[in-house]
């Protein structure tokens, strides 16, 4: 190795590590247009004393609706003191007080204490001030599923809607983002009437998004030169068969990493090959960890079948031996697919069941599936 070639220890390949970051938000965010735009139009009522428009924001994961979410409420806040925008994370926060404390630390600067406090006061509080000072409230609840696991939602919302019957003149709105897009959520009646969404829906971006969204990252994390169109083309094409935007991300970061452990001044073939061997690993064990009994026992009768088994041959053995019908099958080999651990190959032969081949993406060998 020669000197040029060593990278000294007050070094980085990195300009900006944060970049690579699952919330970083970009300052150049593309691809998304016409979503913000439906968003903003939701909340313009509001930055004018009306009512906004309550919204479900639909989309896979790493389609960009946290981003996008985030990047609105920023321009509405920067453009009006009418209206406060509150950022929810329902994997963190479930419970009534525990969504009502990030509420009242985005109005008031800190949380209320978590002992000795009704909840009653504190969100008594809340509406108080909104009233007060003509404000209006719109809260993105993102991951909106964990709430109705925690059969926390329907208060939630009744409480946040249905505000304005206690403290006249208050304006509410709810952005609830879906990601799990087999999930059905349904509310009680006395929050259906006043939960009427429209629905703003991110498609999957498409190989060239991908491959530009990727170069913003790289010119915004690392150094010039330190990552070749080639890499970059593989980590395109490889982040667009996963279906999952960070997969491509925390791959530069992967990359960057290896190739600085490696004491180099770019990212090359090996350094590539390095972290697609690590992620690859990782991603499907967390998925996998992520399946309940039914879908983990469908994916191990994948495994242990023919290969490249037809749909309908396979649905007769998982019918037999979880006694379930040919459409709960259907809905659970379509998540298997959505999640990418299969794929479905239509044949163009054979009856309506058998036209289509199961196809497993990963090699079980390494898992104890």
Do not use: W
């Amino acid at each position: 190795m020669g000197i040029e070639d060593i990278l000294m220890h007050d070094e980085s390949l990195f300009q900006n590590i944060n970049a690579f970051d699952p919330d970083y938000v970009p300052p150049n965010y593309n691809f998304r247009d016409t979503q913000m735009e439906a968003m903003a139009m939701s909340i313009r009522p509001a930055m004018s004393g009306g009512q906004p428009s309550n919204a479900v924001i639909l989309g896979s994961p790493a389609t960009g609706k946290t981003t996008a979410i985030k990047k609105v409420f920023e321009l509405v806040e920067k453009n009006t003191e009418k209206v406060i925008c509150v950022y929810i994370n329902c994997q963190l926060h479930t419970t009534r007080f525990g969504v009502f404390s990030q509420i009242h630390k985005k109005i008031f600067g800190h949380t209320p204490p978590e002992t000795g406090v009704p909840f009653a006061r504190v969100y008594t509080k809340i509406m108080q001030e909104l009233q007060n000072k003509g404000q209006s409230l719109i809260i993105a609840f993102d991951d909106v599923n964990y709430l109705f696991q925690s059969k926390n939602a329907n208060k939630l919302f009744y409480d946040i809607l249905r505000a304005y019957e206690e403290f006249p003149g208050v304006r509410t709105s709810i952005f609830a983002i879906l990601s799990d897009l087999e999930f059905k959520y349904a509310f009680d009646k006395n929050v259906n009437t006043v939960f009427i969404p429209q629905e703003i829906s991110f498609p999957l971006y498409s190989y060239t998004e991908i491959e530009d969204i990727l170069n913003d990252r790289v010119k915004a994390g690392f150094f010039p030169n330190v990552l070749s169109d080639d890499i970059l083309e593989q980590i395109a094409t490889y982040t667009y068969d996963s279906g999952d935007l960070r997969t491509g991300i925390n791959f530069l970061r992967s990359c960057g990493n290896i190739a600085e452990a490696d004491a180099s001044r770019e990212i090359k073939q090996e350094h590539f090959d390095k972290a697609i061997d690590s992620l690859v690993s990782v991603n499907v064990s967390e998925l996998l960890n992520s399946l309940d009994d039914l879908e983990m026992s469908l994916l191990k009768l994948i495994v242990n079948s023919e290969k490249n088994i037809a749909a309908g041959k396979l649905g007769e053995a998982f019918k037999d031996k979880e006694n379930i019908s040919y459409a709960h099958y259907n809905r659970i080999l379509d998540k298997l697919e959505f999640l990418r651990l299969i794929d479905t190959k239509y044949t163009g032969s054979g009856s309506v069941g058998n036209s289509r081949q199961v196809i497993l993406r990963f090699n079980p060998d390494v898992f104890d599936i």
